[in-house]
T-cell receptor
Framework: DTEVTQTPKHLVMGMTNKKSLKCEQH?????MYWYKQKAKKPPELMFV???????INESVPSRFSPECPNSSLLNLHLHALQPEDSALYLC?????????????FGEGSRLTVL | GQQLNQSPQSMFIQEGEDVSMNCTSS?????WLWYKQDPGEGPVLLIA?????ELTSNGRLTAQFGITRKDSFLNISASIPSDVGIYFC????????????FGKGTLLTVNP
């Protein structure tokens, strides 16, 4: 079982909806990540939080808004999404960033935008 | 930007066969990671490598960090049906860099 928990596992939303994806880890990791993954493609980095501060935003559109309420939780707020945003959204954590590199992924939230 | 060339793109093998896949790059990396992803699930870390020349095993899996620090391979011995999935290599250039560079993946199909 993964130690990074994501909810919901599946989400269907319309283009005018506001929804959130949630991620939780209890491994004491200080870096948390959001990735987007299209079918049969590698994960693409969206955001990195390090010690609860946003350290990387990979030029993600503002309709995706990340939030890190504390060191164990990471949210991704979704608003006015487009059908092309449909994908598997993966949360990951690592003990810290940099050379250690070992990311632990959650099972993902499958998002469908109608 | 840094790129990882992962090959082969896909493999179709019979149960019991050995499998080999690799990643190469023109850049030097400090870390090589191998992940496996089942359909609809998140990637699971299989093996992590941190030193040039390092050879590490995890059950039937063996991976090596190339001497030049520009490549890595993953071998699976005596494949079984549950080995089916997409295998990704990933690498990190170290320092304060949080970004992992991923290969495009190898889709493995095992025929029972």
């Amino acid at each position: 079982d993964t130690e990074v928990t994501q909810t919901p596992k599946h989400l269907v939303m319309g283009m005018t909806n506001k929804k959130s994806l949630k991620c939780e880890q209890h491994m004491g990791h200080r870096a948390m990540y959001w990735y987007k993954q299209k079918a049969k493609k590698p994960p693409e980095l969206m955001f990195v939080y390090s010690y609860e501060k946003l350290s990387i935003n990979e030029s993600v559109p503002s309709r995706f808004s990340p939030e890190c309420p504390n060191s164990s939780l990471l949210n991704l707020h979704l608003h006015a999404l487009q059908p092309e945003d449909s994908a598997l959204y993966l949360c990951a954590s690592s003990q810290r960033g940099g050379a250690t590199g070992e990311l632990f992924f959650g099972e993902g939230s499958r998002l469908t935008v109608l | 930007g840094q790129q990882l060339n992962q090959s082969p793109q896909s493999m179709f093998i019979q149960e019991g066969e050995d499998v080999s896949m690799n990643c190469t790059s023109s850049s030097i990396f400090n870390t090589w990671l191998w992940y496996k992803q089942d359909p609809g699930e998140g990637p699971v870390l299989l093996i992590a490598l941190y030193k040039a020349g390092e050879l590490t095993s995890n059950g039937r899996l063996t991976a090596q960090f190339g001497i030049t620090r520009k490549d890595s391979f993953l071998n699976i011995s005596a494949s079984i049906p549950s080995d089916v999935g997409i295998y990704f290599c990933a690498s990190n250039s170290g320092g304060s860099n949080y970004k992992l560079t991923f290969g495009k993946g190898t889709l493995l199909t095992v025929n029972p």
